[in-house]
Each structure stands twice: as structure tokens, then as C-alpha cells.
């Protein structure tokens, strides 16, 4: 089985990155998480750091914009990486990464694309669009990146029925919970592919 180097680029709470790294050490993907990256210090990466996985801040604002390059594409080639996944990570990556590692840097998105996507589209305001539309559906989908947000080929998807009631919150953690396990089910059928 192909086993991926994995980067993962972060900006919040990190439960979709943990729950990769969780099923990667059960077993159930053969990749391995080998670096964290996030644009400010955010909580998600108390978890990695506390296992070892080498994390690292790279914030725009306090860099030229070469050092800022610079130290992404280092660390990328230390650790060896062939995956980088978007763990709810806010920032767009830059389009030299996105170029360099095309093909091989997936999202999760936590609405069905290709519709409630693109700037803004974040968070709450994800599921807050999907409410106030009345769609029949939701759920989270994986799709490649490219130098558009949100616009990539999708990898997998998964549907859920809103019901009478719903309420952003109780979509979103709906939502989040199947993320949990699509995540990692997308990057095992990148490795059945390169198997
Ligand atoms: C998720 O809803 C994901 O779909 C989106 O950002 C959120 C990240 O959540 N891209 P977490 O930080 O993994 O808990």
C-alpha cells in the first residue's frame, strides 16, 4: 500500500488533522502525518506537536514574502512530503505550493460542492447558506486543490438529509462528525490509487 508523507496546514481547532493522525496510527490509512503547519498559533497544534510530528507557525505578516516561501518549501522537502492536506486551514496556499504539488493537495469542505463554496465560505456561514436556502441536503466533501478556492475535482462526498428543525449548529455538528471519517477515507483511496 502506498503510505504518503503527510503535511497538513491548519488554522483552527485541528479535529479533522487528529482524526487522521488517529486512524493513521490504528491502521486504517498507511500515510503518516509528518508535519503541521499553521498560520498563526492555533490550538490544533497542541495535539501533533505532543506526539512528536514537527509543527511550525509561518504567518504571512511577519515575513517577506521569499522567507515565507522559503520556509514552507524546507520544511515540505525535509520531511519528504507527497500529500498535503487543508485541515480547516483559512489562508490560501500560495500558488508556487499549489503548482509544485498539484495533484496532491486535497480539502475538506464542509458543504456540498460545488455549490456553498468560495471565499467567505467558511465555518458557521457554510451552514447558516445551506439553512437559509432550505436545501434538502447537506455533508462534507473532499476535493483536490487548485488555485481557486473551493474549485478543485471532487474526491469524495457524502450526503446527509437536513431535517424538520435544523439549525446551523446542529448541521454543522453533523457535518463535523462525518468529516471525521471521510478525511481519511479520501486519503486511503489516494493510496488504493497509487498502489
Ligand atoms: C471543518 O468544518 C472543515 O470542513 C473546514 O474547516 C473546519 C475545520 O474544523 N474546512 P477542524 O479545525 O478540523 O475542527
Do not use: C, W
Amino acid at each position: 500500500m502506498k503510505s504518503f508523507n503527510i503535511a497538513a496546514y491548519i488554522s483552527g481547532s485541528g479535529s479533522n488533522l487528529k482524526s487522521v493522525i488517529q486512524n493513521s496510527f490504528k491502521g486504517v490509512i498507511a500515510s503518516k502525518v509528518k508535519l503541521v503547519i499553521a498560520d498563526k498559533h492555533a490550538s490544533g497544534l497542541d495535539y501533533p506537536a505532543s506526539l512528536g510530528i514537527e509543527t511550525a507557525v509561518i504567518s504571512r505578516a511577519e515575513l517577506t514574502r521569499s522567507e515565507f516561501l522559503k520556509m514552507q518549501s524546507e520544511l515540505l522537502k525535509k520531511h519528504k512530503i507527497d500529500l498535503i492536506i487543508l485541515a480547516g486551514f483559512l489562508k490560501k496556499l500560495p500558488d508556487e505550493i499549489v503548482s509544485e504539488y498539484k495533484g496532491r493537495i486535497i480539502n475538506i469542505h464542509p458543504a456540498l460542492l460545488p455549490k456553498f463554496g468560495g471565499k467567505g465560505m467558511h465555518g458557521m456561514n457554510v451552514h447558516k447558506a445551506v439553512i437559509e436556502a432550505k436545501e434538502e441536503f447537506s455533508g462534507p466533501t473532499v476535493h483536490f486543490v487548485d488555485e481557486i478556492y473551493d474549485s478543485g475535482e471532487i474526491l469524495l462526498q457524502r450526503k446527509i438529509r437536513i431535517t424538520a428543525g435544523e439549525t446551523p449548529e446542529s448541521l454543522q455538528k453533523k457535518v463535523l462528525e462525518i468529516e471525521h471519517t471521510i478525511y481519511t477515507e479520501a486519503i486511503k483511496l489516494l493510496e488504493e490509487k497509487e498502489s
